[in-house]
């Protein structure tokens, strides 16, 4: 079980710069267990990858409209994950989520992660 709590969205100006921060709360299993990706579901759409993290934090993903702008991020030692995401575009407002997957690889199907955050938002002016 693992309980996900996202902080750090806001309203910013087009090519500004937000660090969301996902503090997980896990019983039985370390963080460092789970697979931890952001996505994000804009108004009317269906929730998107954008950005995934090995469990050591050795390998990360990146959906391609967000690479070069986006870094994700984790310190399992304070059991949190990171997204910095720099150079904002109005097309990045949505809500971000947090989540944790068990899987053995890192994918960017929002069906193999079994935990998430309630969300937080972030909105980008033009």
């Known amino acids: 079980q693992v309980q996900l709590v996202e902080s750090g969205g806001g309203l910013v100006q087009a090519g500004g710069s937000l660090r969301l921060s996902c503090g997980a709360s896990?019983?039985?299993?370390?963080?460092?267990?789970?697979?931890m990706g952001w996505f994000r579901q804009a108004p009317g759409k269906e929730r998107e990858f954008a950005a995934a993290?090995?469990?050591?934090?050795?390998?990360?993903y990146y959906k391609d409209s967000v690479k070069g702008r986006f870094t994700i991020s984790r310190d399992n030692a304070k059991n949190t994950v990171y997204l910095q995401m720099n150079s904002l575009k109005p097309e990045d407002t949505a809500v971000y989520y947090c989540?944790?997957?068990?899987?053995?690889?890192?994918?960017?199907?929002?069906?193999?992660?079994?935990?998430w955050g309630q969300g937080t938002q972030v909105t980008v002016s033009s």
């Open positions: 896990a019983s039985g299993r370390a963080l460092s267990t789970y697979i």
């Open positions: 993290i090995s469990r050591n934090g050795g390998s990360t």
């Open positions: 989540a944790a997957s068990s899987d053995v690889v890192i994918t960017p199907s929002t069906t193999q992660y079994r935990y």
